[in-house]
């Protein structure tokens, strides 16, 4: 069995500038010998690159396509710190208190990233309200015990009813939960700024590199690429996104199929603050803007990760995420000049596999399966630099990759 999974991530146009993509300069090939092996160049990591390697760590960044070409570029980068999974849905599983902690580490985790992004100086993140309506999942009864639970536990949410979400936003009535604390990016910018940071730091980021297997050695694991040479790392961390390692990452965390479309420029704004829109429903829909005035929107999620499949779905599934924009809009028809199509990762609790394997000495999962990858992303970070560093996080059992089959 191959190492990951080998996919065709995405298709389609993305709202992201392609052409003003800057991937960071590569190195020939790793160090005989570095402390991290991180596999896997999106977002994910680039964030585990930049936090490990500023703290001192030799970091060596590999992955077979261009840094932030694959699931980055479609992703659409609403950060967010509330999960797809409601936290009194997530409740009756686990209890309140211990649901609530695992929100109110992604909470934090997603402060201190938009704080340590601008520390960094990287441009493009933008603040905004989110605005979480009615749907099937949670009525406006629902949604008014959610904000209830989430401001019990210190997490910046307040309910709005129909007619109070219609005056504040300009969209059509219906209730939600306004929060504060999330911000949107540019995914694949962030991505590469990330990385080069990281260069600046010593990391060594290699593309086109297909690292193949992976073999336990006295001194940590040696990964061996596809045309036999090899390198040396005292820990390995797989953050290969949807190119699933099959022989790590539990069964639990599957992949589904994701559709979104963007306006041209200078759509927006078709309501007020900004605020990224998204629905208590299955599928949902999600709704942000871009600087350059974009409406992305998105959605309508299948449970197939066939890319030719999934690539046929995608002008239906256009016009249906134009419509139920529209909707919620109170608008007339939304015309879209960019529209895509992505393989996307979910976990029966919504949240990540973020900690050590257990099929292997000195390897170490980071997926952020789940709709706030980036979000996940921030997480891992923290949790993983103190996990290397031999300091359990008190947080870490509740994102173990193994937790579903204790």
């Known amino acids: 069995m191959v190492l990951t999974e080998s996919r065709d991530l995405r298709t389609g146009s993305v709202p992201w500038r392609e052409s003003e993509w800057h991937c960071p300069k590569t190195s020939e090939f790793p160090s005989a010998e570095v402390d991290i092996a991180i596999l896997g160049g999106g977002i994910m990591g680039a964030i585990l690159a930049e936090r490990l390697s500023a703290s001192g760590r030799k970091v060596a960044v590999c992955d077979r396509r ?80 959610e904000a209830e639970a989430h401001r019990r536990h210190d997490l910046p949410s307040d309910y709005l009813d129909a007619a109070a979400v219609a005056e504040r936003f300009g969209v059509a009535p219906r209730a939600g939960i306004v929060s504060s604390g999330s911000f949107s990016i540019d995914p694949v910018h962030t991505c590469h700024e990330l990385l080069g940071r990281a260069r600046q730091s010593g990391a060594e980021v290699v593309y086109p590199i297909d690292i193949a297997a992976l073999h336990p050695d006295p001194a940590g694991i040696v990964l061996e690429a596809s045309d036999g040479r090899s390198f040396r790392a005292r820990d390995v961390i797989l953050a290969t996104g949807y190119e699933r390692a099959r022989l790590f990452l539990p069964s639990s965390f599957s992949l589904l199929s994701t559709f979104a479309i963007a306006t041209r420029p200078g759509i927006a704004p078709l309501w007020r603050e900004d605020a990224m829109i998204w629905e208590a429903s299955d599928p949902y829909l999600y709704v942000r803007t871009t600087p350059d005035g974009r409406v992305i929107a998105g959605g309508e999620d299948v449970e197939l990760a066939d890319s030719d499949n999934r690539d046929a779905l995608l002008p239906g599934k256009a016009g249906t995420i134009a419509a139920k924009l529209a909707a919620t809009l109170g608008s007339g028809p939304i015309a879209w000049d960019r529209a895509w199509s992505a393989t996307f990762g979910s976990s029966p609790d919504g949240l990540p596999a973020i900690g050590r394997s257990a099929s292997m000495e000195h390897v170490w999962l980071a997926a952020g399966f789940g709709g706030n990858g980036i979000a996940f992303a921030a997480l891992a970070a923290e949790l993983l630099e103190r996990e290397l560093a031999g300091e359990p996080d008190p947080d870490g059992d509740g994102f173990d990759p193994y937790r579903f089959s204790s």
């Open 66 to 145: 261009p840094p932030g070409c694959g699931s980055t570029a479609a992703s659409t980068a609403q950060i967010m710190w509330a999960m797809d999974v409601p936290l009194l849905t997530l409740a009756r599983t686990l209890g309140e208190p211990e649901a609530a902690r695992r929100w109110k580490r992604v909470f934090a985790a997603v402060q201190r990233f938009g704080e340590r992004l601008d520390r960094l100086g990287i441009d493009g993140k933008r603040t905004c309200p989110t605005l979480y309506l009615a749907g099937d999942l949670l009525d406006a009864d629902g949604l008014r015990e």
